[in-house]
């Protein structure tokens, strides 16, 4: 066999990927691979309705978050002042028992 039919099947044994290409290629990481396509083709993906609709899930979040920090705080101004009545009450009537 002559090294060319040799090559040949081996890339055929491997899967059809040759196997110097697969061990020198190395893949680049996601963050550089994004970069790199958007300086490409001037956008960012073909998925941007996911990264509208995340940044819209944030946004809901956050506006959830606040809602409940507002409520929290009203719960506690309502029950600080029903303290306050209570011991208003109980002074008033141990002034009239008087």
Do not use: C
Not at 34 to 60: D, Q
């Amino acid at each position: 066999m002559t090294e060319r039919e040799l090559s040949r099947v081996s890339v055929v044994a491997s899967g059809g990927r040759s196997p110097k290409a697969s061990s020198s290629v190395r893949q680049p990481s996601s963050k550089a691979s994004r970069a790199v396509r958007s300086k490409r083709t001037g956008g960012f993906t073909p998925h941007k309705w996911a990264g509208f609709a995340s940044a819209a899930f944030a946004g809901a979040a956050l506006l959830v978050y606040l809602i409940g920090l507002v409520a929290e705080m009203l719960d506690r101004m309502r029950v600080a002042q029903d303290e306050l009545v209570y011991r208003v009450r109980r002074l008033e009537s141990a002034l009239r028992d008087k």
